[in-house]
């Protein structure tokens, strides 16, 4: 389903929202007359399932709204125009959020090119009720909102007015409408082939029942689990896969990346294959802790859920970690109690069929493909490599190490590459938003804080950016050991396998994207007094290693890699290594 016509789309969008209301079981909608809302009002004027309520009177509709909800014990709809219209629910708004009463605030809005420019009955409608709602979102414009998003949106709105952590409650949703405001919906965007909304939520107390239902039908079904930071005990996700015969699909900041059959580290390599990725599609994704951040990943567990897979995600903090929308379960619990619940039903372990053994057989080959085309690089003699270096690092620690990965990058090539472990290091990352600001600052809090010794891995435009945190009192005693390992390619060497790499004049690029930077890291160390030192070979990598990690308070190693064009080309060798030996197996 694609729309093209502007307002058969906001018509389609807003009736896809409504059907999502309808699903989730929302009987009552009040609506105050006004222009901009035609959209929403005429697609909630289609659903004869709803009672529709219009009332001339927007403080007063808002308590109408708040009457039928404590009536109904179901949310109510919402709407109206924009600009003091939508104020004048403010106080509706505040009865329900003390009264914890679930409310999904709809007001229409201006579209972003009104805004800021006179426009009549145009505010700035974000954040219009502060913290009086459980949760508000501002899609832009309806006509630009992806309808991929738009079932999601309709589902997550009702569970956060019904099922978030601070109970029931009002929610508010900001709609931009764009004349014309009339149009006839087009095909609605495929819904769960069931009838239930797209995403049904899960607490706790209420959640055993469901959780057995689910658990006793998966085993003997084709199914992976996701496994993210937070995802619980390893040995818990281990033992749980052990009974459901489900492969672990483990991120290094999982835990979960050890030695073991079912445990699979090499996915974003062998998963690039079409073919390899067709025979190995899920029935079921387990989604424990957080995502992964490869798209690879993230698209293949996309394409499973096209094909009806059954997403399943276990979080206790209402983070909605699910950037594809993809879960058709939310567990807001703690994912400890929830696999040890869980195993506690699963009294067998399950022989390893064609399934596991399919895992198994591609995990291993890819791992000897990569394992072959980095002895290679050592061999000749090029020098370091980004990939080297992650696949390295975790293996050479000290036991009781924790990594810090820098989310560019270094953390993809630790995510990627870094191998399953019989006692792996504790691997964080500031994965809140991504960024990599900050992040020698956080290395020297993680050891100061009792966790370490702690070597970062990061690269050298995270290192300068935050070089001020290399500043330290006069007399300053560190309680811990903090290394930087800097991985330095010069610039951001991220940007290089991204489309601008191709699309833009190389200068351009160099200037406006890989942006390689004057100071040198070692001098820069150096000049704030603290140990540094330069690597350039493999061999030279782990003795300076040893000298510092558990021995100095604070130290940079930087560690000289390939080019970004070399970096860029190795890269693609070890997909073409991994891709040749894994189709071998599925043939």
């Not at 073991?260 to 090499?266: C, Q, S």
């Not at 890819?366 to 696949?391: C, K, M, W």
């Not at 200037?511 to 704030?528: I, K, M, S």
């Amino acid at each position: 389903m694609s729309v093209t016509n502007p307002s058969e789309r906001q018509a389609t969008f807003c009736a896809t929202l409504v059907d999502e209301w309808v699903r989730g079981g929302v009987t009552h909608a009040v609506l105050c007359p006004g222009s901009r809302s035609t959209p929403l009002a005429l697609a909630l004027a289609g659903r004869p399932e709803l009672a529709l309520h219009v009332r001339l009177d927007e403080r007063g509709a808002g308590f109408f709204a708040v009457g039928l909800a404590v009536a109904s014990g179901r949310p109510t709809v919402l709407v109206t125009t924009s600009g003091t219209a939508a104020v004048e629910l403010h106080p509706a708004v505040v009865e329900a959020d003390q009264g914890g009463v679930p409310l999904v605030v709809a007001t229409a809005d201006r579209p972003p090119e009104l805004h800021d420019v006179g426009a009549p009955q145009t505010i700035d409608q974000s954040r219009l009720y502060a913290d009086a709602v459980r949760w508000s979102f501002t899609p832009g414009s309806a006509v630009a909102f992806p309808e991929t998003a738009w079932r999601s949106l309709g589902a997550r709105a009702l569970a956060e007015a019904t099922k978030g952590p601070l109970g029931p409650g009002p929610v508010h949703l900001n709609l931009s409408f764009a004349e014309p405001l009339v149009g006839v919906p087009g095909p609605l965007p495929a819904g769960r082939p069931d009838g239930q909304p797209w995403h049904q939520t899960v607490r706790e107390r209420s959640g055993r029942s469901v959780l057995m239902g689910l658990v006793r039908r998966w085993p003997g079904r084709r199914g992976v689990v996701v496994a993210g930071a937070g995802a619980g005990p390893p040995e818990q996700v281990l033992a749980l896969s052990e009974r459901l015969g489900f492969p672990v699909l483990a991120d290094p900041r999982s835990g979960c990346r050890v030695a073991h059959d079912d445990v699979v580290a090499a996915a974003d390599a062998f998963l690039r294959q079409d073919d390899v990725a067709a025979a190995l599609r899920p029935e079921v994704v387990l989604h424990l802790g957080s995502p992964w951040q490869s798209k690879v990943l993230g698209a293949f567990v996309a394409d499973a859920a096209a094909a009806g897979a059954e997403v399943v995600g276990v979080d206790p903090y209402w983070r909605w970690a699910d950037p594809e929308r993809l879960v058709t379960t939310h567990h807001a619990t703690d994912p400890g109690d929830w696999t040890r619940f869980a195993i506690g039903l699963l009294h067998d372990v399950v022989d390893p069929g064609e399934w596991q053994t399919r895992w198994r057989t591609t995990e291993a080959a890819a791992q000897r493909a990569i394992d072959e085309v980095l002895a290679g690089e050592a061999e000749t003699g090029s020098g370091l490599s980004e990939p080297g270096v992650a696949r390295w690092l975790p293996g050479a620690l000290p036991e009781g190490t924790t990594v810090l990965a820098a989310a560019s990058m270094p953390g993809r090539d630790l995510e990627w590459y870094a191998p399953p472990l019989a006692a792996p290091p504790v691997v964080r990352a500031n994965r809140g938003v991504n960024g990599i600001d900050g992040l020698v600052a956080t290395a020297q809090g993680l050891a100061e804080g009792g966790e370490g010794p702690v070597v970062a891995l990061l690269g050298d435009l995270a290192f300068l950016h935050d070089v001020s945190s290399l500043v330290r009192p006069l007399g300053a005693k560190e309680r811990g050991s903090c290394t930087l390992l800097v991985v330095d390619n010069g610039g951001g060497g991220i940007f290089s396998f991204l489309p601008q790499a191709g699309a833009v004049d190389p200068v351009r690029f160099e200037l406006l994207f890989a942006t390689p930077q004057a100071p040198d890291v070692v001098e820069v160390a150096r000049g704030f007094g603290l140990p540094a030192f330069d690597v350039t070979r493999v061999d030279e990598l782990a003795p300076t290693m040893e000298k510092v990690v558990g021995r100095e308070p604070l130290a940079v190693v930087r560690a000289r890699v390939l080019d970004h064009a070399a970096n860029v080309e190795l890269h693609e060798r070890l997909h073409a290594a991994v891709a040749a030996a894994v189709t071998g197996v599925q043939r």
